[in-house]
Structure formats: structure tokens, C-alpha cells
């Protein structure tokens, strides 16, 4: 996946011949706390809300007021991982993006990127997860997906997230079982730290069958 297949055109950028008050009302209206400036194809930068709101700029024209804008961009065939990277690092709620001659072509909206994260991590696709901890010298991919398929399982989709100020990491797996039974069981053999698991068990599936004929048998 990659940038220009997020683009949305349901949102224009503003132009310098714009309002702040026209701004304001956009970013309202489409629910956005940023907007592109943008001449012709020329990128000029993004305006936030509180840049307007702060400055008193509402009446006034775009161009004709000194903004000190900043310039965050991707280009077109740059990856999703890329996009969420600098969304997440600047605390945007768009991203512009431009081609190979620096022009404009459209922006990323943050909610078109949240529903595509979904997708990549396969949460809409039912299964468990297993979130392990170990050192990231101790991470081998390929014990972890035989120790999971060993168990009939598939991974789904799997992250990784280093934890701070340690030498340790964090394993995300989202795997197409609800009973993870065996497979926790088989991670413990192997000594793994299982830090969080998210599923539903054979067991409690029996437990709940066997209440539920009981609830039936009082009932009679």
C-alpha cells in the first residue's frame, strides 16, 4: 500500500487568496484540524487551527498575513509505514502528498490511514492475540510463526514495539484461532514470556455449555 492510494479528494487544499475564517469553517466542516495552502500545484505548507485562532487572522487573507508554516509531505509512492510515521510523529490530522516533480496532487487524512492500519492489522478478521515479551536478541520470527502453525494457527498480522529505556521488545500476534489453548501451552514449553493473551477457550466454551444445560434442566 502505498501513499497515493490514500489520497481522498473529498478535502480541497485552501489558496492564499483564502480567509482564515473560509479556513476555519473547512477544517469544521471536514472534520480536520489542518489544511494545505496550495497555488496552482506549488505545496506552500500546512495551517493548523490554532495557528489562526492564535494569530487573529480570520478575516484576513491567507497570503497577505506572514505564516510561519511547516512543510510535512510524502510523496506518491512512498509506503503506508512511511505516511503513519510522520502523521504519528508531527500529530497531524493530514498529510499532503506530492509526485516526482514536488507538485501537489491531494492529502491523507488521518481517518483514511486509521481505517487502512485496520486492515493491515487484520482486527476485523476473528482470532485471538498473544502479546509476548523478550529480549530482542531472543526474536526469531521463524520459531515464533513454527511454534503458531504448529498449533493449526496462522498469523494474521504481527508487530513489533521495543520497549523503552530496556533491551526487551513487545510481540504482537493476531492469529485466525479463538481457542489459543495449545498454542499458549506450546509458547510456554519454550519458555516464552507471555505477557497478554485475548481469546476464547475450548474449555470455557464447555463451561458455558454445561451452565446453560443446567440453567435449561432448573427450568423445567
Keep these: 500500500m502505498l501513499a497515493k492510494d490514500l489520497i481522498t479528494d473529498e478535502i480541497p487544499p485552501l489558496k492564499t487568496s483564502d480567509t482564515g475564517l473560509m479556513a476555519i469553517n473547512w477544517m469544521d466542516e471536514f472534520k480536520v484540524s489542518h489544511l494545505p495552502i496550495v497555488n496552482k500545484h506549488e505545496y506552500l505548507g500546512l495551517i493548523s487551527d ?10 484576513d487573507e491567507l497570503g497577505k ?3 510561519s508554516l511547516i512543510r510535512p509531505f510524502v510523496t506518491e509512492n512512498q509506503h503506508v509505514y512511511e505516511v503513519i510515521k510522520m502523521i504519528s510523529s508531527m500529530k497531524l490530522s ?3 502528498v506530492l509526485n516526482e516533480h514536488q507538485h501537489y496532487v491531494g492529502l491523507i487524512p488521518l481517518t483514511a490511514l486509521l481505517h487502512q492500519f485496520s486492515t493491515l492489522a487484520a482486527t476485523r478478521e476473528p482470532g485471538g492475540i498473544v502479546v509476548l515479551e523478550l529480549g530482542l536478541h531472543d ?6 510463526a513454527q511454534i503458531v502453525e504448529g498449533n493449526d494457527a496462522k498469523i494474521l498480522s504481527l508487530y513489533v514495539n521495543p520497549l523503552e529505556d530496556s533491551t526487551k521488545i513487545e510481540v504482537t500476534l493476531k492469529l485466525n484461532k479463538q481457542d489459543l ?25 464447555d463451561m458455558k455449555n454445561r451452565f446453560d444445560s443446567f440453567m435449561n434442566y432448573i427450568n423445567i
Excluded: A, C
Aim: glycine share 2%.
Design 65 to 67: 498575513t506572514k505564516l
Design 181 to 205: 489453548s495449545g498454542v499458549l501451552q506450546t509458547f510456554y514449553r519454550y519458555n516464552y514470556n507471555v505477557k497478554q493473551s485475548f481469546h476464547q477457550s475450548e474449555f470455557l466454551d
Design 139 to 144: 526474536y526469531s520470527l521463524t520459531q515464533i
Design 50 to 59: 490554532t495557528d489562526i485562532l492564535d494569530l487573529n487572522i480570520t478575516d
Design 94 to 96: 493530514v498529510l499532503p
